[in-house]
Nanobody, 118 residues
């Protein structure tokens, strides 16, 4: 497994932007597919976006498509989630996760809180 640490969360007004970062330990980061998930109070954790190990393919939940962008830097062992046009319903704890291709997500960060409110 890989160790993951998220950062970049905070309080932002509706329509604002934030960029989340997830730093990974270990020398095999480039072998992992990386994903972002979120969990709002009283709700189950849901998929937000993920990116393949090469960075070529990216997938998004319909609720964030066109507003969020996932990217990765395999030199810095970091994956990012650029969030724009934020809405109150984006409020959640955001988690970074890692998995080998064709496997399940089995490495998770501790989460970072994103609150969208005026």
């Amino acid at each position: 497994q890989v160790q993951l640490v998220e950062s970049g969360g905070g309080l932002v007004q509706p329509g604002g932007s934030l960029r989340l970062s997830c730093a990974a330990s270990g020398r095999t980061f480039s072998r992992y597919n990386m994903g972002w998930f979120r969990q709002a109070p009283g709700k189950e954790r849901e998929f937000v976006a993920d990116v393949t190990w090469s960075g070529v393919r990216r997938y998004y939940a319909d609720s964030v498509k066109g507003r969020f962008t996932i990217s990765r830097d395999n030199v810095k062992n970091t994956v990012y989630l650029q969030m724009m046009s934020l809405k109150p319903e984006d409020t959640a704890v955001y988690y970074c996760a890692a998995k080998y291709p064709n496997d399940r997500y089995d490495s998770w960060g501790q989460g970072t809180q994103v609150t969208v409110s005026s």
